[in-house]
């Protein structure tokens, strides 16, 4: 089977940098993607990896280790707009379906 | 106008009745997917369809049925509701990326309550 573990709950300041860690069991693993939903709203895609190492994109950047199978997500100068939670999710089977994990909220304070 | 849109938005049934959640999509997409949200269990699969004429179980679809009426319209049958049936639902498409992986596209989601 699948399993994925993220940290249920992770608080930060506004400004400050935190990093939301996920570690997988899986087969048939093709990438991991990290998808944010706030509070009432639809999940929305950030990002996907599929080799070693790390991809940045704006204040965001997630990391992928295959042979620890692990990743994270490392969200820079924390606002306010980012407090949700955040899934981490396995790519496998071909490539096409998503296992989700449980989701980490961020309360981001003042 | 949303690219993936879901209907009703919210609906409140009774235990045994059936009911359908309806999923349109503007996004030219081939690949549909229905999931159901619980509070801690994160998001889980229910069905998906490839094509027109590709349905596929997912992780939980006992209790459930789907049609794919065409490219755009995928809905989530209940045949016969039940409580546990209480839940968050999700319609989503997919596409691939540019750095190769599988982007899925959620719509608002249907909040559906069984009495």
């Known amino acids: 089977g699948q399993s994925l573990e993220q940290p249920s709950e992770v608080t930060a300041v506004e400004g400050a940098i935190v990093q939301i860690n996920c570690t997988y069991q899986t087969s048939g693993f093709y990438g991991l993607s990290w998808y944010q939903q706030h509070d009432g709203g639809a999940p929305t895609f950030l990002s996907y990896?599929?080799?070693?190492g790390l991809e940045e994109t704006g204040r965001f950047s997630s990391f992928l280790s295959r042979s620890d199978s692990y990743g994270y997500l490392l969200l820079q100068e924390l606002q306010m707009k980012d407090s949700a939670s955040y899934f981490c999710a396995v790519l496998r089977g071909g490539g096409n379906k998503l296992t989700f994990g449980t989701g980490t909220q961020l309360k981001v304070e003042l | 106008d949303a690219d993936v849109t879901q209907t009703p938005r919210n609906r409140i049934t009774k235990t045994g009745k059936r009911i359908m959640l309806e999923c349109s999509q503007t996004?030219?997409?081939?690949?549909m997917y229905w999931y159901r949200q619980d509070p801690g269990l994160g998001l889980r699969l229910i069905y998906y369809?490839?094509?027109?004429?590709?349905?596929n179980k997912g992780e939980i679809s006992d209790g459930y049925s789907v049609s794919r009426q065409a490219q755009a319209k995928f809905s989530l049958s209940l045949e016969s509701a039940i409580p546990n049936q209480t839940a968050l639902y999700f319609c989503?498409?997919?596409?691939?990326?540019?750095?190769?992986?599988?982007?899925?596209?959620f719509g608002a989601g249907t909040r559906l309550s069984v009495l």
């Open positions: 369809s490839f094509d027109v004429k590709d349905i």
């Open positions: 989503a498409t997919s596409a691939v990326g540019e750095g190769g992986g599988d982007i899925q596209y």
């Open positions: 990896n599929a080799l070693d």
């Open positions: 996004k030219g997409h081939d690949r």
